[in-house]
């Protein structure tokens, strides 16, 4: 993978790993070169096999951008920050990152949901 790369310009995803609370949801834009999308899928999958065995995941969904984009978005929940940090800094993850294609771009942020009166819950 050619990099990480912040999706917030001000709050990096380091930041946002130093804080406790949960649930959380990370959002993970990714974009790789229209040649590369099978080794993208394949890379992404062999990574879901490893977090959805991790303590704190729930579960994840991978989505593709339409009309011939190559620009994909993974939405994953989990239990609480510290079980994605945990996760997120297993030496095994870390190794996987290596097998992503060379022009993948990954902007990984975490959130959380509002509540928004008549539109949604919390």
């Known amino acids: 993978m050619s990099g990480f790369e ?8 380091a930041d ?4 406790d609370e949960g649930p959380t949801v990370l959002i993970n834009l990714l974009t790789v070169s229209p040649e590369d999308e099978e080794a993208l899928l394949k ?12 303590p704190g995941y729930i579960s994840t969904q991978l989505h593709k951008g339409i009309a011939g984009s190559s620009t994909f978005v993974n939405y994953a929940v989990w239990q609480d920050v510290a079980s994605f940090r945990n996760a997120f800094t297993n030496p095994e993850f870390q190794r996987r990152i290596a097998d992503y294609p060379p022009s993948a771009v990954a902007k990984p942020h975490l959130f959380k949901k509002l509540a928004v009166a008549n539109h949604c819950v919390e």
Do not use: G, R, S, Y
Not at 16 to 19: D, F, I, N, R
Not at 43 to 54: G, L, P, R, V, Y
């Open 6 to 13: 912040n999706l917030d310009a001000i709050v990096t995803l």
């Open 16 to 19: 946002q790993m130093q804080v």
């Open 43 to 54: 890379a992404w999958a062999h990574d879901a096999d490893f977090m959805k065995e991790q």
